[in-house]
């Protein structure tokens, strides 16, 4: 028998390579508007789990149903409980992130929303993106190291046949607490390198990471951060349109994804 340590690390790579090897059968889609995910819910069929393993009272929304060989799983964190609008940010979203992941033991996620694009490094309104890469724009915390673990930059779960076969574009995210730009949070967006904001992104790949499942960002573009426009009346102008070109290019991943194995995406 092997060493101890030597068997288990072998036994445990070989684990994940047969899982590598099985056409993914469970996908998680996390949305953090009611207004982005309902088209979603709609086209896929998707009904509420009235039975999910959420703790009782949080309002969070677990949609499920069957596509082609897949189990489709779509959480929305639902309207805040003292203020009745959507639980958007990265609380909400990590929150719902872990407790999904424990619950469905997803094959992928996939985060989905809406985001400010940045017209400087080639976005529009409407582009929908597959994000390279996501980072923090709100969390400076100038001591060595503690500076990187704030910005916390993550590359995303590479899918390079799925970005060639949709011919999306793709640049990195930054995500903040805020829909507005701060003087410190441009700084920081500039600094990320970001195509694109959003509020959830950098907190769903931290818990996926931790919880290593792998993960995948379709943001599609409401309003230019740095257009001339205020963020609020662009973003609620556009969100109608936009959220259904997210359902479309959602639906083209998931039919890419139907058959195939993580290491083909
Ligand atoms: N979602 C849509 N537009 C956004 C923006 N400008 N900032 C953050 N999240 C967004």
């Known amino acids: 028998m092997a060493p101890h340590g030597e068997g ?111 017209k400087e490094k080639g976005a529009a309104i409407g582009d929908v993106f597959l994000v390279s890469h996501v980072a923090f724009h709100d969390r400076r915390i100038p001591i060595p190291v503690f500076d990187l673990y704030g910005v916390g930059l993550r590359q995303t779960y590479s899918t390079p046949n799925l970005l060639k076969a949709l011919n999306l574009k793709t640049g990195k995210l930054s995500t903040g607490d805020s829909l507005d730009m701060s003087p410190h949070d441009e700084a920081s967006i500039t600094a990320n390198d970001a195509t694109v904001k959003d509020m959830e992104g950098a907190a769903v ?45 959602v639906t083209q991943v998931i039919d890419f994804i139907s058959g195939k194995c993580l290491p083909e995406l």
């Open 205 to 249: 790949a931290y818990v996926a990471e931790l919880l290593k499942v792998p993960a995948i960002f379709v943001k599609a573009v409401t309003d230019m951060v740095d257009g001339e426009k205020p963020t609020a009346e662009e973003f609620l102008q556009n969100l109608a349109a936009v959220t259904a070109t997210l359902e479309e290019v």
């Open 8 to 118: 288990s690390d072998a036994s445990v790579e070989a684990m994940v390579a047969q899982v590598e090897k099985h056409p993914i059968s469970s996908i998680l889609i996390i949305i953090a508007m009611q207004t982005e995910a309902l088209p979603v819910v709609n086209k896929f069929q998707l009904i509420e789990n009235p039975h999910s393993s959420f703790p009782k009272g949080v309002p969070w929304i677990h949609y499920h149903g069957a596509y082609k060989d897949i189990i489709i799983n779509l959480v929305w964190p639902g309207k805040d409980l003292t203020f009745g609008v959507d639980s958007v940010g990265t609380i909400s979203a990590s929150l719902v992130t872990y407790a999904s992941i424990q619950a469905l033991q997803p094959d992928l996620i996939i985060n989905a929303g809406t985001a400010g694009g940045f």
